[in-house]
Structures are given as structure tokens and as C-alpha cells.
């Protein structure tokens, strides 16, 4: 870990901070940097958005992949200021980053309320045990749209 890294990193921290200090949401901050430079950034504004994607890490991606346009960040560095929950988690191995530091953990965020454990849970079960029905309809249906995409020869690939 570097003096950058850790600037980066309050950075993060910062963001946390004034946007709960502006009640845009809960206390997390994200900042996306590629090459030394900042790219992107968020706080939580799931309340001030109605949005529950709206999570630091969300945002900060969606902010860094508008300013390089385009939907892969390859050589950026994610500095969250907590342990990401499982919705930012899958969110960033999808948006493809060098690499993830955060600040608090998932123990810390679930001593002052945000609980993600039960999501980690939830996640590990078959989906005929997850607390959410999940019930599988029309899967031949959605078989020929992806047979399509196999086939769709002017697709972007992710």
C-alpha cells in the first residue's frame, strides 16, 4: 500500500462521510482510479435516489464508466470505503477492475445496522430454499434469445 493508495482511500472515506452528513444516504463513499487520476466517484444515495442500487460503489462505477466511456473499467483500482455487500461485489467483478482496498469491514458495517450477512446466506442456498421464491417459467423461451446471441454476429461481447 502506497501514500496514494492511502489518499485515494480517505478519499473514499470523505465521500462516506459528506453524503451521510447530507442525509443522501447511508455512510459509504467509492472512488475509481486509473493511472493516478480519479475516474469516477459516488457516495450512497439509495435515500435520496429511492434508488436500492444507488450504493457507493454502484454509483462510483456508473461515474467512472460514463467519464471513459465505456462499460469495462480494465487498469482501474476501486477504493471503497467498506467491505462491498454482494449486490457491489458482483457489480465489480462484472465492471472488471485491477483490483478492490477497502476501509471498514463487513463486521463493522453490521455493528452500526447494515447487516449483508443474510444476502452472503441467502446466496449459498438452491434457490427452492432462499427466503425469496424463485420459480424458473418460460426457460425455452429465454433459450431462443440466447441461441440468438450465440448467433448475432455484429454483437459487443462482455
Same mark, same amino acid.
Given at each position: 500500500?502506497?501514500?496514494?493508495?492511502?489518499?485515494?482511500m480517505m478519499r473514499a472515506v470523505d465521500l462516506a462521510r459528506s453524503g451521510m452528513e447530507a442525509n443522501a444516504g447511508g455512510p459509504f463513499g467509492c472512488v475509481v482510479v486509473k493511472d493516478g487520476t480519479v475516474v469516477g466517484e459516488g457516495n450512497n444515495q439509495v435515500t435520496?435516489?429511492?434508488?436500492?442500487? &444507488?450504493?457507493?460503489e454502484v454509483v462510483a462505477i456508473r461515474n467512472a464508466c460514463a467519464n471513459l466511456g465505456t462499460f469495462q473499467l480494465d487498469g482501474c483500482t476501486i477504493y471503497t470505503s467498506c467491505e462491498p455487500c454482494p449486490m457491489c461485489l458482483g457489480a465489480i467483478y462484472w465492471s472488471r477492475p485491477s483490483g478492490i482496498f477497502f476501509a471498514g469491514t463487513?463486521?463493522? &458495517?453490521?455493528?452500526?445496522g447494515f447487516d449483508d450477512e443474510h444476502f452472503y446466506r441467502e446466496l449459498a442456498k438452491p434457490n427452492e430454499e432462499r427466503q425469496l421464491p424463485m420459480v424458473n417459467l418460460l426457460r425455452e423461451e429465454a433459450q431462443?434469445?440466447? &441461441?440468438a446471441w450465440a448467433e448475432k454476429a455484429d454483437k459487443t461481447e462482455y
Open positions: 500500500m502506497t501514500e496514494l493508495d492511502k489518499q485515494f435520496s435516489t429511492n434508488d436500492p442500487t &444507488a450504493h457507493a463487513q463486521a463493522d &458495517a453490521a455493528a452500526v431462443k434469445v440466447f &441461441a
